[in-house]
């Protein structure tokens, strides 16, 4: 363990290479594995929110017996969205300097994370401040997008439109006839291939995290859920993000969603779709709902057809997955 925190950086010297660089020389808890999945999902402008919450006294710092308490907080917050109860007659907490596992009750071992050393240091004697506090959620949101833009890369630059359509329908819910359809559609409708930039695949993914903020302007720009154009869409995008999109990158967003060619987009439809995209996977879907009912179905003997079309749906993604 020490030697763990001897390969940590101080929270000054992070990069979007931190945990490329550490490697398998670092160990978080998976209560920070769960809060580092929350900050992929973050817009820019969330970031004081989120410090907000571990700063508990309001003095615009965060030490660390602030952020154990947090963590403890998320800890409790997914054992109850899961429907793990204390015992009946257990006080919350009771047994938090213990874990039940197959050889009975035993004594937690307190162990001072990478996480924790990298934002209050070997002594844990540290602050942490907000700016620090922003720089390491943008630095590892760009080091996961990085690692997705070069999977495509190969090397390179650019990702071809064609690539930029995999990554945004990875982790939808697409059977395989519908995901080929989207390429199909973006292979016949882009005449020149121009390829799309780090930068520029880094400022869509950021608008994603917006999606809900995209949504509701959407909304005070359409009546009754109609399709939007081109110019909508990008008005609507610098509403959330304060930015532009490429024009090439909204022609290639319209060649992969506009279904039949009349430079509207269904945008319910859209934002439907991309919030797979955002949680990668990771949220919960109402398809383990649909495992559960068609278990249920096989022993009293009824099987529905919905669910039996659901659940191939879900196992044409899973092999979509594999083949990757």
């Not at 929270?11 to 809060?35: A, N, V």
């Not at 969330?46 to 907080?73: C, H, P, S, W, Y």
């Not at 990085?146 to 819910?173: M, N, P, Q, W």
């Amino acid at each position: 363990v020490q030697q763990l925190k001897d390969y940590t950086p101080p929270l000054k010297h992070g990069s979007s290479q931190l945990f490329r660089s550490l490697r398998d020389k670092g160990i978080i808890s998976y209560t920070e594995y769960l809060f580092l999945l929350s900050v992929l999902t973050k817009p820019h402008s969330g970031f004081r929110i989120a410090f907000n919450m571990f700063d508990t006294d309001g003095n615009q710092r965060v030490d660390k017996d602030e952020f154990l308490v947090m963590e403890k907080i998320f800890s409790f917050a997914w054992k109850g969205k899961r429907g793990i109860e204390a015992k009946e007659g257990e006080e919350p907490g009771e047994h938090d300097d213990y874990v039940d596992d197959e050889q009975g009750l035993q004594r937690k071992h307190k162990v001072d994370t990478t996480l924790q050393v990298h934002f209050f240091g070997k002594k844990g004697d540290k602050d942490l401040q907000y700016d620090g506090f922003y720089n390491f959620m943008k630095n590892l949101q760009t080091e996961v997008l990085e690692l997705e833009f070069c999977e495509f890369s190969k090397g390179h630059e650019r990702i071809s439109e064609v690539d930029f359509a995999k990554i945004l329908l990875r982790y939808t819910y697409l059977d395989t006839d519908e995901y080929d359809n989207y390429l199909d559609r973006l292979l016949d409708r882009e005449a020149k291939e121009k390829g799309v930039s780090f930068d520029e695949f880094r400022q869509f993914c950021q608008f994603l995290n917006n999606l809900d903020d995209f949504s509701i302007a959407m909304r005070m720009y359409t009546l009754a859920d109609q399709p939007i154009s081109k110019d909508e869409f990008s008005r609507a995008v610098k509403i959330c993000t304060g930015s532009e999109l490429n024009s090439h990158l909204i022609d290639t967003v319209f060649a992969i969603f506009d279904e039949d060619g009349d430079g509207l987009l269904s945008y319910k439809e859209f934002i439907a779709i991309m919030k797979d995209r955002v949680h990668r996977g990771f949220k919960v879907s109402h398809y383990e709902h649909i495992v559960e009912d068609y278990l249920d179905d096989i022993e009293k003997g009824t099987v529905y057809a919905d669910n039996f079309r659901q659940l191939l749906k879900m196992r044409s993604r899973a092999c979509r997955q594999l083949r990757r």
